[in-house]
T-cell receptor, first 115, second 117 residues
Framework: AQSVAQPEDQVNVAEGNPLTVKCTYS??????LFWYVQYPNRGLQFLLK??????LVKGSYGFEAEFNKSQTSFHLKKPSALVSDSALYFC?????????????FGDGTTLTVKP | GAGVSQSPSNKVTEKGKDVELRCDPISGHTALYWYRQRLGQGLEFLIYFQGNSAPDKSGLPSDRFSAERTGESVSTLTIQRTQQEDSAVYLCASSSYGGAALTDTQYFGPGTRLTVL
């Protein structure tokens, strides 16, 4: 079984401040972890993924995420937030023993960056 | 095309009617997924197609839901006898199967917003 949790429905930060969007997961094997972003009135876009290797993954638009196996977390971070980062962010997890292609998505976190 | 396209973008229907939603994946992508996103909720996996393999239908919520895909191209999601709880955004995604679909990046379409009155 697999599950993913995004404990915060909403995250508010001021422009220029660092941002963190949290994600924790539960799988029975090695996880594959993804972050997607959904801008208003647009489809989901891929940001970054962790498959193996370095725990710190860098992705699009200056975002990065750190895989922490001991804490079963994959928090999304950005050193300096932009107003244009305001969107809905989804964390997703899959692992080797699932049916191919089936990822479990979190319920999403709405990020609001204020000028 | 450059990305995944879906049609219609919006669909309003009456309870009990059947609807068909269409997805055009990125050319060359062998894997195709359908998801449902209810208001304020995450993505709910519905069905997965990979090449000529039997589709993974494990996420379909009832026998009123079905999907087809012709080869590695267009897919249609059909909902029969629609109910109000079917109201949601239906998202399609495709990916280039790299031999381990679990690690493939999915590219999403803009979705079809279905409203059942």
């Amino acid at each position: 079984a697999q599950s993913v949790a995004q404990p915060e429905d909403q995250v508010n930060v001021a422009e220029g401040n660092p941002l963190t969007v949290k994600c924790t997961y539960s799988v029975s094997g090695n996880p594959y972890l993804f972050w997607y972003v959904q801008y208003p009135n647009r489809g989901l876009q891929f940001l970054l993924k962790y498959i193996t290797g370095d725990n710190l993954v860098k992705g699009s638009y200056g975002f990065e995420a750190e895989f922490n196996k001991s804490q079963t977390s994959f928090h999304l971070k950005k050193p300096s937030a932009l107003v244009s980062d305001s969107a809905l962010y989804f964390c997703a997890v899959s692992y080797l023993n699932t049916n191919a292609g089936k990822s479990t998505f979190g319920d999403g976190t709405t990020l609001t960056v204020k000028p | 095309g450059a990305g995944v396209s879906q049609s219609p973008s919006n669909k309003v229907t009456e309870k009990g009617k059947d609807v068909e939603l269409r997805c055009d994946p990125i050319s060359g992508h062998t894997a195709l997924y359908w998801y449902r996103q209810r208001l304020g909720q995450g993505l709910e996996f519905l069905i997965y197609f990979q090449g000529n393999s039997a589709p993974d239908k494990s996420g379909l919520p009832s026998d009123r839901f079905s999907a087809e895909r012709t080869g590695e191209s267009v897919s249609t999601l059909t909902i029969q006898r629609t109910q109000q709880e079917d109201s949601a955004v239906y998202l399609c995604a495709s990916s280039s199967y790299g031999g381990a679909a679990l690690t493939d990046t999915q590219y999403f379409g803009p979705g079809t917003r279905l409203t059942v009155l």
